[in-house]
């Protein structure tokens, strides 16, 4: 069959255009069915999604925190928190903490905008949400304090509810876990050194308004750390007042109010203006602070003593010697180092050249060489030697042909020998000087290794050299000479020929090695903190010696007799706390009307019932009160508080040691503080 094709007319069969036509019906019916089933679907889903909405603004009207049972999602007095248990509080947190919908930007709408009431209620929302861990929660908070902060209105810190900022750094100090404090501090980290400005301003107004440190933006939010970073980060704001608080006027500063502070480069402050200069602090202790802040310290930062490094590390002894470097900072690399024997700045500093050895190189055995460049040569009687690495030289024992006996004929203490033929001059004495004596006390006038106790040791102390010869190195055959003389012509001479003592005469050119002395420590108490058999707590090295303290405080004591009449004793030194006790107990009354002096009267009690079996204690020097601050943990029982030590700074000044910042200031001698005495061994 045929069809014909006329213009506009379809060229579909007519069974199948009516089949069409059909299933176009049929189709249509069967969507209109689908549409009349699916619209209960869709009206649902509408409501869901205007509900995530309409639960936080119900749960803002109903304002209420009321769980319906008894019991409160948030207490109004703690601001403790659960999630709700009944609707619509509880879905408007869930909301809020999963971030569905506009649940986030109609609370935070309402706790900007709304009432009092309902921006109240809103926060509340939001800090359950928080709580939970909520980061868009979170994010309101930090937020709104960064945008808002100011000298007017405490944002940060709303200093009589929970719903701000500072109470999830409160949060953040305790032991209670909370995922919306974890966060906060978190972003903080990097966020709050570019909320200065603000910061600063809300700062004082917190400061002069609510001075409370359980709810204050001043002691939670701007701290230390703070500024320090912001300073870094180039603000100028930030750096000024951190210098005029004395946060960043030396890596040993940054340390004391920072404790984890990390290793890298840190812009130092040296005046109020907020100017720096960058300084790479090695932030593993106070010790290596303070040294490497001298290392790279610039003549800017040196105006800033006595809280420079270089002061620091003189006052506490870090970097007197290469032996302190090593002793203070174990981790220390070999090198250059700035040291401060000669005095805290403006003294010049020395720049020495420290090797890679071992501080503690009596352990390593003898021949083994020290930290500070000098090698062990072994004990004897109660004492370890050190001598230099290479000879002194070749020297007569006198200037001359003599039969003149000094009587310098100890055989076992070279160091009063030496004191006593370098005492003697000429005239009247035709053969002073003496020279080889005199070969050692120039090691003295050079500081040799850092150290001015050198000396020719005496017969015995020289056995020790001969006995380890090998391990020590570089000694020549022939005689050396000791310091003890054998008559008018002849002096005591050691055969490194042959092993034995025997004698040259005092003309004679010989070799000649020097050596310095330390007690031994107490075997019963090697380590930092261990009691002794005495009875004592091993406080420490300090210089070349070792001090010891009691394991307890004296108590709390005025440093003068609690007058407010004032008097400059002169007991000022900062390293030997026995030079201001002896200084102290010569004073009387009349006429110094603050004797007498309490703190000092406490240890000289001490000495008087010869506690501990010794008749030695003093009250510590500014860096001997150091070193207990240092070595506090170990050796214990201290107290969070401020501790005297014996170095006046004015008339009506000392300085105190604080036991939880590592910080000295001076303070009025008139104050109670408490004390705690030491000794030291030679």
């Not at 359950?128 to 100011?150: H, L, M, P, R, T």
């Not at 009589?160 to 209670?176: I, P």
């Not at 102390?461 to 000479?481: S, T």
Request: with cysteine; proline share 5%.
């Amino acid at each position: 069959m045929k069809y014909c094709r006329c213009k506009g007319i379809s060229s579909i069969p007519p069974f199948q255009k009516g089949f069409t036509l059909m299933e176009m019906m049929i189709s249509m019916v069967v969507i209109a069915i689908l549409m009349a089933a699916s619209m209960p679907m869709l009206t649902q889903f509408s409501t869901a999604k205007t509900g995530i909405d309409k639960n936080v603004m119900k749960c803002i009207a109903n304002n209420t925190v009321s769980n319906g049972d008894g019991t409160n999602w948030y207490t109004d007095a703690t601001g403790n928190t659960t999630i709700p248990t009944t609707e619509p509080c509880r879905a408007a947190v869930s909301d809020i903490q999963y971030n569905r919908g506009r649940a986030f930007n109609t609370s935070d709408w309402y706790a900007k905008n709304g009432t009092a009431t309902q921006q109240t209620m809103a926060k509340k929302i939001l800090r359950v949400a928080c709580d939970q861990g909520g980061e868009k929660a979170c994010d309101y908070f930090i937020n709104y304090c960064w945008a808002n902060a100011s000298g007017s209105v405490p944002y940060c810190d709303d200093t009589s509810s929970f719903t701000d900022l500072t109470y999830y750094l409160h949060l953040n100090r305790t032991t209670y876990v909370n995922k919306g404090a974890t966060y906060i501090i978190g972003q903080l980290t990097s966020l709050l050194p570019k909320m200065i400005t603000n910061l600063l301003n809300e700062t004082v107004y917190d400061a002069t308004t609510d001075p409370n440190s359980s709810n204050n933006l001043a002691f939670e939010l701007a701290k230390p750390w703070v500024y320090i970073l912001a300073c870094n980060a180039g603000i100028s704001t930030g750096c000024t007042y951190a210098y005029n608080h004395n946060y960043n006027k030396s890596c040993y500063q940054i340390r004391s109010v920072w404790a984890t502070a990390p290793t890298q480069n840190y812009n130092l402050a040296y005046n109020s203006s907020g100017n720096t200069d960058s300084i790479y602090c090695d932030m593993s202790s106070f010790p290596s602070a303070a040294i490497t802040g001298c290392n790279s310290i610039t003549s800017n930062l040196l105006g800033n003593a006595p809280n420079d490094d270089c002061s620091r590390g003189w006052a506490n002894s870090y970097n007197r010697t290469c032996n302190l470097v090593a002793l203070f900072w174990s981790q220390g690399p070999a090198g250059t180092y700035n040291l401060t024997w000669d005095g805290a700045p403006p003294a010049a500093l020395v720049p020495t050249s420290c090797p890679i050895a071992t501080p503690a190189c009596v352990t390593q055995g003898q021949g083994s060489v020290c930290a500070d460049g000098t090698v062990y040569a072994g004990d004897y009687s109660g004492h370890h030697y050190y001598t230099t690495p290479l000879d002194q030289g070749m020297y007569n024992w006198s200037s001359g042909p003599s039969d003149a006996f000094t009587n310098v004929n100890n055989n076992s203490d070279g160091l009063n020998n030496t004191s006593l033929l370098n005492a003697l001059t000429n005239p009247p004495d035709s053969y002073a000087p003496y020279k080889a004596a005199q070969a050692c006390k120039a090691l003295n006038d050079g500081n040799t290794y850092g150290y001015t106790d050198w000396y020719l040791p005496a017969r015995n102390e020289l056995g020790v050299l001969y006995a380890n010869r090998e391990v020590i190195g570089n000694f020549g055959l022939g005689n050396y000479w000791s310091s003890t003389e054998n008559d008018g012509n002849t002096a005591i001479a050691w055969s490194f020929s042959y092993v034995n003592a025997t004698t040259d005469y005092k003309w004679n050119s010989l070799k000649l090695r020097c050596v310095r002395k330390n007690s031994i420590i107490d075997a019963s108490c090697p380590n930092i903190g261990d009691t002794c058999a005495d009875g004592t707590k091993y406080a420490g090295p300090s210089s070349t010696y070792y001090l010891f303290t009691t394991p307890l405080d004296q108590g709390q004591f005025t440093w003068n007799n609690g007058t407010s009449k004032w008097t400059y004793t002169n007991a000022n030194s900062s390293t030997y706390g026995w030079n201001n006790y002896t200084i102290i107990n010569t004073l009387t009354n009349p006429p110094d009307e603050c004797v007498p002096y309490n703190a000092i009267a406490a240890c000289k009690y001490l000495n008087s019932i010869s506690q501990n079996g010794y008749t030695d204690w003093y009250l510590p020097a500014s860096g001997e009160l150091a070193l207990l601050y240092t070595n506090q943990v170990a050796i214990g029982n201290f107290s969070n508080g401020y501790y005297w030590s014996s170095t006046e700074s004015s008339n009506n000044n000392v300085l105190y040691q604080s036991m939880t910042s590592s910080w000295q200031n001076p303070t009025l001698k008139s104050n109670a503080l408490h004390v705690r005495c030491v000794r030291r061994d030679p």
